[in-house]
């Protein structure tokens, strides 16, 4: 619902399956803003922070 909304108002959106695509997606895609979900499969939202976190990606400035 949220993503409908944000691609509505011309923001580019990509999502992730699991925790542990996320990571990957993003660092691979360095996107501006990262919304997490905290209960996600494989790896919850804590730990993709505290992943992305370990790892000193830029991403972790800009996580909801």
């Known amino acids: ?6 691609k509505g108002s011309g923001y580019q ?7 542990i695509q996320a990571v990957a997606m ?6 501006d803003l990262i919304i997490l979900d905290v209960k996600m499969p494989a790896q919850d939202g804590y730990a993709v922070f505290e992943n992305l976190k370990m790892c000193n990606s ?3 400035r800009r996580i909801i």
């Not at 619902?1 to 944000?6: A, F, S």
């Not at 959106?13 to 925790?19: E, F, L, N, Y």
């Not at 993003?26 to 996107?31: G, L, R, S």
């Open 26 to 31: 993003a660092h691979k895609e360095q996107p």
């Open 58 to 60: 830029s991403a972790t």
């Open 13 to 19: 959106v990509i999502s992730a399956q699991d925790g």
């Open 1 to 6: 619902m949220l993503g409908t909304r944000l």
